[in-house]
């Protein structure tokens, strides 16, 4: 039962005795703030400058004949309605236009918090500054860095150096609380020693909090605030998704190579589809949404061919059009592209090349996007899903047709995965999907599945193969239960490139989560693929344990259309952050645990159990939950364990003879 006590200037809201706000003359709940903030963005990073003019404590509190509360000082007010919700309250917030905000709320000693979206670093943000402004996650200077330093002299980035392409203002505590501030505003949240801070550009429309038993219901309760729409048709569970590039002849060659040799396949993914970009730091895509001919002739035909084995055709598309191809001056003449102020074409930067962005407020440049690039460009050629990229570069400076871009700065990859969901929809393609890098609140809604973009090749804390784990446990915690990787992932640069032994580790865990899908990375031919020789055989046998995982992995779908994450860091079911004793390990679900390799050169790995009771999934030997075991970990045996009193247990004691 929510307790609400207001008295002597003093607001407390309590539920099952977790403080939720506390206001007091002392420390008052809001401030408002005169702010001047600059932006100097490169290649989607941006860096801001922010000068501070005035700040106003809203001490004085009282409350009004309405019921409302208002919150003021020296000409400043800020009106908060409150209305109880199921476990929580939600606080509906009217400042004054012009102003910035910041919000304190308590926080309990030691207590942990997680979530923000797409964190990479950690799983506990407290004593960490979350930036709620989306942004490019890699920098070009940390791939230089590695890339030139011996592996043992390269010091791995703190949580403060690294972006999120996908930030939320939703959060979690080992308390049980759940905080969601619902704005699209700039702004930070401070995890201090004595309560946490909260700072936006703009007021907020709504404060929700809530408090639960479990992490589980809170992901309940917040979807039932944020519908959660994702989902994986059928064939996704079908086998692996191959990263293949090169054109008709290579990937028809390489999906049918991989079939006769055994493997599950259910889709090629082919990003270079529209053509391809050589630039100095590899292979890119030619940002033009329709079929290079010359690359891909026949793709039609060559898609029938592979629908007939059982396997899909994927692409991509992102909102941008490479400078100078047929479909940017159609666009550019058009006026569907974001401008300067003067009317000239505002060009993005990517790596070395400019591409002009589409206008995602324009209702013409919509339909064209959904009508002729989506549906008659790719769904009507038999293309059955796409990587949905980008979405985080909009800049703040930029001429829209319709709305302030610094106020849609962070809903724009959510309004990306809008256009591209409702053209599936509009389509009537029920078998189609897609996946999305960026994201905001609400992205869950629209996007099918988030992947966490874009990991070095390599196996470093910051950036590289363990960066996953944390990334989808915070998206997880912020409502996004459905998330999945790049296997292999993505940058190489100079001597940052993978081994087959990087590939098939990163492959083990991907079998053991909701969606197997490689890429070729920037330079496919410095890295090792699926196919390597040392890599084919732990493919083949890989990519038969994740389809035969398929009817509990459905059950692991069923709960995430609830809300509640698949992927879940080892203290999720003890609520309690003290009992981490691994950020990499994770449960699959309710009855999978999951201790990926994340080093290379191991033969073995250090486990620590959770409370239960487990049986090895490779020997069939049991283990007692609360120990901590030197476990073998093979190429291809990472260390996984079911419950003894698993509903599905004699699906996973066959999976080790497969």
């Given at each position: 039962m929510l307790?609400i ?5 003093r ?17 008052p ?7 001047e903030?600059?932006y100097?963005t490169d290649?989607g ?24 509360f208002?919150f ?6 800020l ?5 109880e919700?199921d476990?929580?309250?939600a606080?509906s917030?009217e ?6 905000y910041e919000f ?5 000693p ?5 979530g ?11 004593g960490e ?8 996650h ?7 860095e ?20 996908a930030?939320m203002?939703?959060?979690?505590t080992?308390r049980g ?10 702004g930070?949240?401070v995890f201090g020693a004595e309560d946490f801070?909260?700072?936006?550009d703009?007021?907020p429309?709504?404060?929700?909090l ?7 219901a809170l992901?309940?309760?917040?979807a039932?605030?944020?519908p ?5 048709p059928d ?15 290579t ?12 493997a599950?396949?259910s ?5 270079d589809?529209?053509?391809?970009n050589?630039t100095?730091?590899?292979k890119?895509?030619w940002?033009?949404?329709?079929v ?8 039609r035909?060559?898609?029938?061919k592979?629908n007939?084995r059982?396997?899909?055709f994927l ?8 400078k ?5 001056t159609?666009c550019?003449?058009?006026?569907w592209?974001i ?5 000239s ?6 790596t ?14 919509v ?7 989506i549906?008659?460009?790719?769904l ?7 990587m ?7 800049p703040?400076d ?8 610094h106020?849609?700065?962070?809903r724009?990859p ?5 256009i591209?969901?409702e ?6 393609a029920k078998?189609a ?6 994201g905001?609140?609400g ?17 470093t804390?910051?950036?590289g193969?363990p ?5 989808s446990?915070s998206?997880g ?5 459905m ?11 100079m001597k940052?490139?993978r ?5 098939t ?6 079998c ?7 890429h070729?990375s920037?330079?496919?031919w ?6 390597a ?13 994740h389809?035969?995982?398929r ?5 692991c779908?069923a ?9 879940r860091?080892?203290f999720w079911e003890?609520?309690d952050f003290?009992?981490?004793?691994d ?6 679900g ?11 050169h191991?033969?073995?790995r250090r486990?620590c ?8 999934l490779?020997t ?11 476990v073998?970990?093979p190429?291809g045996q990472?260390?996984?364990?079911y419950?003894?009193?698993?509903e ?6 066959s999976?080790k003879?497969?």
């Amino acid at each position: 039962m929510l307790m609400i006590d207001c008295a002597d200037g003093r607001l407390t809201l309590r539920l099952n005795g977790v403080a939720l706000l506390a206001h007091s003359a002392e420390r008052p709940f809001a401030t408002a703030l005169h702010r001047e903030k600059s932006y100097q963005t490169d290649r989607g990073t941006v860096k801001e400058t922010v000068r501070e003019i005035a700040r106003v404590p809203l001490c004085e509190l009282r409350r009004e004949a309405d019921g409302s509360f208002l919150f003021s000082a020296s000409g400043h007010s800020l009106r908060l309605r409150l209305t109880e919700i199921d476990c929580g309250a939600a606080l509906s917030l009217e400042g004054e236009p012009g102003w910035a905000y910041e919000f304190t709320l308590p926080a309990a000693p030691g207590e942990a918090v997680f979530g923000g979206g797409e964190q990479y670093r950690q799983v506990n943000l407290r004593g960490e500054t979350v930036v709620n402004f989306v942004s490019e996650h890699i920098k070009a200077s940390t791939i230089i860095e590695k890339s030139l330093l011996p592996r043992a002299l390269y010091r791995e980035k703190p949580h403060s150096a690294i972006g999120s392409y996908a930030p939320m203002p939703v959060f979690v505590t080992d308390r049980g609380r759940m905080i969601l501030f619902d704005t699209a505003a700039d702004g930070s949240s401070v995890f201090g020693a004595e309560d946490f801070r909260f700072t936006f550009d703009a007021c907020p429309t709504s404060l929700c909090l809530w408090q639960a038993g479990s992490y589980a219901a809170l992901g309940r309760l917040l979807a039932r605030r944020m519908p959660n729409r994702q989902y994986l048709p059928d064939w996704c569970l079908e086998g692996m998704i191959l990263g293949v590039q090169g054109g008709t002849e290579t990937v028809l060659n390489k999906a049918f190579a991989m079939l006769d040799a055994g493997a599950t396949i259910s889709a090629v993914w082919c990003q270079d589809w529209s053509g391809e970009n050589r630039t100095v730091m590899g292979k890119q895509v030619w940002w033009n949404w329709e079929v290079d001919e010359t690359l891909y002739p026949g793709l039609r035909e060559a898609i029938r061919k592979l629908n007939a084995r059982g396997v899909r055709f994927l692409g991509y598309i992102n909102p941008y059009l490479v400078k100078d191809s047929r479909l940017y001056t159609l666009c550019r003449d058009k006026g569907w592209l974001i401008t300067h102020t003067d009317g000239s074409v505002y060009h993005i930067k990517s790596t070395t090349f400019d591409a002009g962005m589409l206008d995602l407020t324009n209702p013409e440049a919509v339909r064209f996007i959904k009508d002729v690039l989506i549906r008659q460009n790719m769904l009507d050629l038999g293309i059955s899903g796409w990587m949905a990229d980008f979405g985080e570069y909009l800049p703040v400076d930029c001429v829209l047709h319709d709305g302030d871009p610094h106020e849609l700065h962070n809903r724009w990859p959510v309004l990306w995965a809008k256009i591209n969901r409702e053209a599936i929809e509009e389509h009537g393609a029920k078998d189609a999907m897609f996946f999305c890098r960026s994201g905001y609140l609400g992205v869950q809604e629209y996007a099918p599945i988030l992947w966490n973009g874009d990991q070095h090749t390599d196996t470093t804390r910051d950036y590289g193969l363990p960066c996953v784990m944390p990334a989808s446990f915070s998206l997880g915690f912020s409502g996004v239960p459905m998330v999945h990787c790049d296997i292999g992932g993505f940058f190489s640069f100079m001597k940052l490139k993978r081994s087959g032994e990087l590939f098939t580790r990163w492959m083990e865990m991907a079998c053991f989560s909701l969606l197997m899908r490689s890429h070729e990375s920037l330079r496919p031919w410095a890295n090792a693929q699926f196919d390597a020789p040392e890599v084919l055989p732990h493919t083949v046998r890989l990519t038969k344990i994740h389809t035969a995982l398929r009817p509990y992995l459905e059950r692991c779908l069923a709960g995430a259309g609830q809300g509640v994450a698949v992927l879940r860091p080892d203290f999720w079911e003890a609520m309690d952050f003290g009992a981490s004793r691994d950020p990499y390990s994770y449960f699959l679900g309710d009855e999978l645990f999951v201790a990926p390799v994340i080093d290379l050169h191991k033969k073995s790995r250090r486990v620590c159990l959770p409370a239960g009771d487990w049986v090895h999934l490779w020997t069939g030997k049991g283990y007692a939950g609360g120990g901590t075991y030197t476990v073998p970990a093979p190429l291809g045996q990472p260390p996984v364990f079911y419950r003894t009193d698993s509903e599905h247990r004699a699906l996973f004691a066959s999976l080790k003879d497969l």
